[in-house]
């Protein structure tokens, strides 16, 4: 062999770029179309083409090599707690803003027949899939509106500038922006999710106005204008907004500990916070603050069920695409039964994602009809549980498609698999969701009729979904009777579910192929790795999963 034919590479996949990330995905698209109309889908199309570049990607790249840094100070020794990012974090962000991917749902003119909140989530799914770490600050802001109609002065002051589709970075007074973002912060270092211990106390100093001594645990992102928290104020737990910038142009006194050193998301910056006579607002009454800030944890769950779905599908089309190009053992990988049994499989699990995240962001689109308030309060746990546990392994399987090529960074795959695990930690680990469902059954007997409603529209259409409904029913009977062993079985009740709302949406409406795996597969006992299908059409549905470029 001649040192030419050496440099010269064969058998390697081509890069996947120059793609339609929204309507070159069958599953998403047909979700629009299904919770909206063709009109939504059109004005999705110049993302999706956007999302699909390589410059895009390229961008996606940089901003995870080059991580955001704090910057406590000045060079003449003022504290100024910023933080800075690459280029390519702005170039994303300020894409996302532009695409409605933040606040703008809320501010449509006319939000229940626009489908404005199907259209921005799968926006968010598919340009999740350029980078997703930022696309934290985005659900931040997205999901901090609901909370802030609590206050009709606060709603009225930050509404307008967190709906902007303009990308207005920095930190300066908040009345000369033409655009900004927000984040929550919650958590404190000895409770965690038990928000009831937070010890940050809020004194009163004049009318609804308060100062904050005390600290957060996690804040995401601390460059944001505005900041959505939990205080103990004399009556108890409640919630307050908190400005980086006081109106006039007066930084509040906020101080940034150090930013987080995670495992994945790293080109987002969390954050720990100290309050010593911070300002904040009060949002809502006193001691009832985890009633008011639930209306934003329930949208962000909507996003990690989105995230979720947006891991699987990235991690799935890289893989579809690496088989169809890659050859071994005498011919293409995708035309070998056995890769074609592991993709199907992948492809699967990733349409019943987008399907389940799409119909929940639906429901917000009919705030004012009851189905979809009891549907998506018990819906959202459900999927936030299921969807975003079964990410790691999904990704994990599609990143061994690409064998040893998909362990190394050029190929993303390990970006995605650090990513994985997030949405199942963050607005709620995999317990708390399992129980939420459980206190939502317990005290509010509507949403255990919504989800009932839905999975039995689906009866009678599939003998095995049929069985696995009445199994599941008799299961959830059959706990009830002890709170020990409902709490105990809180996991594979909220799995179960879960996988009858995604079977439900597949025996309706997918094509026949992908719901006759899907039934023969998760509603009989499926388990274990990816690849272990019986039968199907799994060639169909691995080329129904492929991009097209």
Known sequence: MSASDIRRVTNQAPPLAGHNVVTGDAALSAAVLRHADEETLDSLSALGAEAGTAEAQEHGRLANRFHPELVPYDR?????????????????????????????????????????????????????????????????????????????????????????????????????????????????????????????????????????????????????????????????????????????????????????????????????????GTTAFRLGAEGRGVRTIIEMVAATRLDCVLGSAS?????????????????????????????????????????????????????????????????????????KFWVCKRTPAHVAEALECLGGNGYVEESVMPLLFRESPLNSVWEGSGNVNALDVLRAIQREPSVLDAWITEVGSAKGADRRYDRAVDSTLALLGESMGSPEELERSARRLAGDMATLLQGSLLVRYAPEEVADIFCASRLSGHGGTYGMLSGGDQKAVVERATPIV
């Open 76 to 276: 003449y020794g003022n504290r100024v707690d910023e933080v800075t990012f690459h280029p390519s974090w702005h170039w994303l962000m300020e894409r996302a803003v532009g695409h409605g991917l933040a606040a703008a749902p809320w501010a449509s003119a006319d939000a229940t027949s626009d489908h404005a909140h199907v259209r921005r989530a799968a926006g968010f799914l598919a340009w999740s899939q350029t980078e997703p770490g930022h696309l934290c600050p985005i659900s931040m802001t997205y999901a901090a509106i609901p909370a802030l109609r609590a206050s009709e002065a606060l709603a009225a002051e930050w509404v307008p500038r967190l709906a902007s589709t303009i990308y207005d970075f920095g930190l300066r007074d908040p009345a000369e922006k033409l655009g900004a973002l927000a984040g929550m912060g919650m958590t404190e270092k000895q409770g965690g999710s038990d928000v009831r211990q937070n010890i940050t106390e809020a004194r009163p100093v004049g009318e609804d106005v308060y100062e904050l001594h005390g600290h957060k645990w996690f804040t995401s992102a601390p460059m944001n204008d505005v900041f959505l928290v939990l205080a103990q104020a004399p009556e108890g737990l409640t919630c307050f907004l908190l400005p980086r910038v006081l109106l006039g142009g007066e930084r509040n006194r906020l101080d940034v500990v150090r930013l987080k050193d995670k495992l994945g998301n790293r080109s987002n910056a969390s954050s720990e916070l100290e309050f010593r």
């Open 311 to 383: 891991l699987m599908r990235r991690a799935v089309a890289e893989a579809s695409w690496h088989v169809a190009h890659r050859s071994a053992f005498g011919g293409v990988l995708a035309d070998k039964p056995l890769m074609q049994n592991v993709v199907a499989d992948l492809a699967i699990e990733s349409e019943a994602a987008t399907a389940l995240a799409m119909r929940l962001a639906a429901a917000v689109d009919r705030p004012d009809d009851q189905h979809e308030r009891a549907l998506r309060r018990i819906g959202l746990p459900l999927a």
